[in-house]
């Protein structure tokens, strides 16, 4: 997916959404960690990307959460 059409998805969600979405991003990214750890397979690009990708849910849950207040 493309990172504009990711961040329009992104945008598009609820807090309760992102939430979400930040959990499952951080299950990713420890899964992804472990099989670094263990050498299966080239995951450090798929690292860089989940963690990308969350700092963003995150700062789209700030902002609405701003905007809120």
Do not use: C, H, P, W
């Amino acid at each position: 997916m493309k990172r504009k059409e990711q961040i329009d998805q992104l945008r598009d969600m609820s807090e309760a959404e992102l939430t979400d979405q930040a959990d499952a991003l951080k299950e990713s990214l420890f899964r992804l960690k472990f099989r670094k750890t263990l050498g299966v397979g080239e995951t450090i690009n798929d690292i860089r990307r989940e963690k990308k990708t969350l700092a963003r849910v995150y700062t789209l849950l700030n902002t609405k959460k701003e905007a809120g207040a």
